[in-house]
């Protein structure tokens, strides 16, 4: 699971979803982690097409370095009185 993945399952709820990344894709750094070492490249192929449609799914994605992505606080959704 990638962030990408639970952006556009909420966008399928309705959710705006706007979040800022480090990578804009499957970071292959994690190929080293035992987790993803089995599935990455098929994990790399399906999380790029993910990025690359997220436009047309009203996705917000912006690339940042690792020194601006801090944790903003969480964000509540109106209609609905939940927050994320």
Known sequence: MWTI????L????GVAV?????TLGAN???ARERFYRQ???DDCRRVE???LVRTGF???CRACSRRCARLSPPQRVP???LWV
């Open 5 to 8: 993945d639970l952006a556009h």
């Open 10 to 13: 909420l966008r399928r709820f």
């Open 18 to 22: 706007e979040f800022t990344t480090v």
């Open 28 to 30: 292959p750094a994690y």
């Open 39 to 41: 599935h990455l490249r």
């Open 49 to 51: 097409r993910l990025f």
């Open 58 to 60: 009203g996705l917000g």
């Open 79 to 81: 209609a609905e009185g």
